[in-house]
């Protein structure tokens, strides 16, 4: 019996780990059709979500992860998220200005 369980624990790693990889492809593929692989300060000014700060996409996607990690069970659909949250928030950490809130 304990054997079945630890072979239905390997699958279900198994496919987290498939499901989280593909999120990362998806932002991969998400980030060349937004931004492009070429790092651009400001480049992208126009785009706030209020006018006080500028939020980088890596801090939107950084407080969405701690949201998911805290209020949802991971499961398959919520290892794919991550893998495309993760994604976008080691991209947004690429640049230089990452810690600017400026707007200009």
């Known amino acids: 019996m304990n054997n079945i369980v630890l ?4 699958v279900y ?4 780990i498939k499901t989280f990889l593909f999120g990362v492809i998806v932002g991969i593929i998400y ?8 790092i651009i300060e ?7 979500l209020n006018f006080i700060i500028h939020w980088h996409h890596w801090l939107i996607s950084l407080i969405i992860i701690i949201i ?3 209020f949802i069970k991971l499961d398959k659909y919520v290892s794919f998220i991550y893998g495309f949250l993760y ?3 080691f991209h947004g950490l690429m640049y230089n200005d990452r810690f600017d809130f400026k707007i200009y």
Request: avoid cysteine.
């Open 68 to 70: 998911i990690y805290l």
């Open 13 to 16: 790693n198994k496919t987290l």
């Open 31 to 38: 980030i060349y059709i937004y931004f492009g692989f070429k």
């Open 87 to 89: 994604t976008l928030l």
């Open 42 to 48: 400001k480049s992208n000014l126009n785009y706030h």
């Open 7 to 10: 072979e239905l624990e390997n």
